[in-house]
């Protein structure tokens, strides 16, 4: 039995449960709504459980793995690799072993890998869709080195909704389903009145061990079988976004600051990590594979309180003493062309329109111990293009993100950038 075939009748294994289940709730729907919704959950995972593929030797299902994840190196054949990893629970096991994350392997696979900082030996390159109609946003992994491009993997997409006193992004990992009613909805982006400012907000904390609170109370219904009693779910700030006031247009192009509550400096130092996260979404892990292969939506209510903009403090580089200092990051300043008559950066051909959105971020030199001075120049690190963003054609821009980022906290920032700022411009 050739490697091919072998995945052609997982999948198909796989399509027929779905549809088996499918046929348990039209069944069950007549003999009562919750007593048959029981049973047919029983019954589903019974069948997936003593199916023929759950039963497999660990040394073959180990070696059927490895060989998938090699040979489907690159979207759409990767989708493969989640259908693995959703068969049963030995398939997931080992998909979350042979498997690496974004940092390691540059490759994103699963949902949980939109909130895992991305590659450090380089970029993960994706590009953004607006559409001004809809006020609408998508973010697309790139499946060629082309620029202007129709095709690609959707990652997320954020809706932008004016209000009074603030504009906010909400973001979701459904391209049609945009809303924090939706089990899709990740986080959100907040501004305040001018547009200078900016806070990021997750549901859920950065990691276990965050000194980071929930901006405001909570309240959410939800099936309780598909939520870990661990995981906290909230709307918690993770970094702040400031963009200096420059009104009179005499201090040039936009300045720019990030401050990354979530990343401690010491990320990209030699040796240094992000600490991890808990599951993307407070769903079964099965619906969480899917979900990065098809733009599918639950229907689960869902409500989270925001908080006020008010609550946003001034940006500090010092923490208080016993706290991890953020990573903070700012802008590279451009240099001025004597011949264009204009400030330029280096894209490396990533970007070809000239807008005041382009930008791209680098470590900011903190005044700490140890801090590089004017006789000993910065590490390698801090001089690495961490995230650059930049228009390529209408409505069309490319964002190119790498570790200790997140492709979900890369889509925010860039998401400031469409924000109106006339007292920085």
């Given at each position: 039995?050739?490697?091919?075939?072998?995945?052609?009748?997982?999948?198909?294994?796989f399509?027929?449960?779905s549809?088996?289940?499918?046929?348990?709730?039209?069944?069950?729907?007549?003999?009562?709504?919750?007593?048959?919704?029981?049973?047919?959950?029983?019954?589903?995972?019974i069948?997936?459980?003593?199916?023929?593929?759950?039963s497999?030797?660990?040394?073959?299902?180990c070696?059927v793995?490895?060989?998938?994840?090699?040979?489907?190196?690159?979207w759409?054949?990767?989708?493969?690799?989640?259908?693995?990893?959703?068969?049963?629970?030995?398939?997931?096991?080992m998909?979350k072993?042979?498997?690496?994350?974004?940092?390691?392997?540059?490759?994103?696979?699963?949902?949980?890998?939109?909130?895992?900082?991305?590659?450090?030996?380089?970029?993960?390159?994706?590009f953004?869709?607006?559409d001004?109609?809809?006020?609408?946003?998508?973010?697309?992994?790139?499946?060629?080195?082309?620029?202007?491009?129709?095709?690609?993997?959707?990652?997320?997409?954020?809706?932008?909704?004016?209000?009074?006193?603030?504009?906010?992004?909400?973001?979701?990992?459904?391209?049609?389903?945009?809303?924090?009613?939706?089990?899709?909805y990740?986080?959100?982006?907040?501004?305040?009145?001018?547009?200078?400012?900016f806070?990021?907000?997750?549901?859920?904390?950065?990691?276990?061990?965050?000194?980071?609170?929930?901006?405001?109370?909570?309240?959410?219904?939800?099936?309780?079988?598909?939520?870990?009693?661990?995981?906290?779910?909230?709307?918690?700030?993770?970094?702040?976004?400031?963009?200096?006031l420059?009104?009179?247009?005499?201090r040039g192009?936009?300045?720019?600051?990030?401050?990354?509550?979530?990343?401690?400096?010491?990320?990209i130092?030699?040796?240094?990590?992000?600490?991890g996260?808990?599951?993307?979404?407070?769903?079964?892990?099965?619906d969480?594979?899917?979900?990065?292969?098809?733009?599918?939506?639950?229907?689960?209510?869902?409500?989270?309180?925001?908080?006020?903009?008010?609550e946003?403090?001034?940006?500090?580089?010092?923490?208080?003493?016993?706290?991890?200092?953020?990573?903070?990051?700012?802008?590279?300043?451009?240099?001025?062309?004597?011949?264009?008559?204009?400030?330029?950066?280096?894209?490396?051909?990533?970007?070809?329109?000239?807008?005041?959105?382009?930008?791209q971020?680098?470590a900011?030199?903190?005044?700490?111990?140890?801090?590089?001075?004017?006789?000993?120049?910065?590490?390698?690190?801090?001089?690495?293009?961490?995230?650059?963003?930049?228009?390529?054609?209408?409505?069309?821009?490319?964002?190119?993100?790498?570790?200790?980022?997140?492709?979900f906290?890369?889509?925010?920032?860039?998401?400031?950038?469409?924000?109106?700022?006339?007292?920085?411009?």
């Amino acid at each position: 039995m050739s490697f091919r075939s072998i995945v052609r009748d997982v999948r198909d294994s796989f399509g027929s449960l779905s549809r088996r289940s499918f046929d348990f709730r039209l069944t069950g729907h007549h003999g009562g709504k919750s007593h048959g919704s029981s049973n047919d959950l029983h019954d589903q995972n019974i069948v997936i459980q003593n199916s023929c593929w759950a039963s497999l030797p660990p040394e073959l299902l180990c070696d059927v793995i490895k060989r998938l994840e090699e040979s489907e190196s690159s979207w759409p054949a990767r989708k493969h690799v989640v259908a693995c990893a959703a068969v049963c629970r030995s398939w997931r096991a080992m998909c979350k072993e042979i498997v690496r994350s974004p940092e390691f392997c540059g490759k994103l696979t699963f949902p949980v890998s939109l909130k895992q900082p991305g590659a450090r030996d380089g970029t993960i390159q994706c590009f953004i869709k607006r559409d001004k109609s809809n006020l609408t946003y998508h973010l697309f992994l790139c499946l060629s080195p082309a620029l202007l491009v129709e095709n690609g993997k959707f990652l997320l997409s954020a809706k932008r909704t004016r209000r009074t006193t603030c504009t906010e992004y909400v973001i979701s990992m459904d391209a049609d389903n945009i809303s924090r009613s939706s089990s899709t909805y990740i986080g959100k982006l907040r501004s305040n009145f001018l547009g200078t400012k900016f806070i990021i907000y997750d549901t859920q904390p950065p990691h276990t061990s965050a000194n980071i609170t929930p901006s405001g109370c909570t309240s959410r219904r939800f099936y309780s079988k598909k939520v870990s009693p661990k995981v906290p779910i909230g709307s918690y700030n993770i970094a702040q976004i400031a963009y200096e006031l420059n009104v009179l247009g005499t201090r040039g192009p936009r300045r720019m600051h990030c401050i990354m509550h979530s990343i401690p400096a010491s990320s990209i130092d030699v040796g240094g990590s992000v600490p991890g996260q808990p599951e993307l979404l407070p769903r079964s892990l099965e619906d969480s594979f899917r979900s990065i292969s098809f733009s599918k939506s639950l229907d689960h209510s869902v409500d989270f309180s925001s908080a006020r903009f008010s609550e946003i403090g001034a940006l500090r580089e010092d923490d208080e003493d016993g706290k991890v200092r953020p990573l903070i990051l700012k802008n590279k300043p451009p240099r001025w062309h004597e011949q264009l008559q204009c400030w330029c950066l280096n894209f490396r051909g990533r970007v070809t329109v000239a807008s005041v959105k382009n930008f791209q971020l680098i470590a900011a030199t903190q005044p700490a111990a140890g801090a590089p001075t004017p006789s000993q120049p910065a590490p390698p690190e801090h001089d690495k293009i961490i995230l650059q963003f930049g228009k390529v054609g209408k409505d069309m821009f490319t964002m190119d993100y790498r570790y200790p980022l997140s492709a979900f906290q890369a889509f925010a920032i860039c998401l400031s950038s469409f924000d109106t700022k006339l007292a920085c411009e």
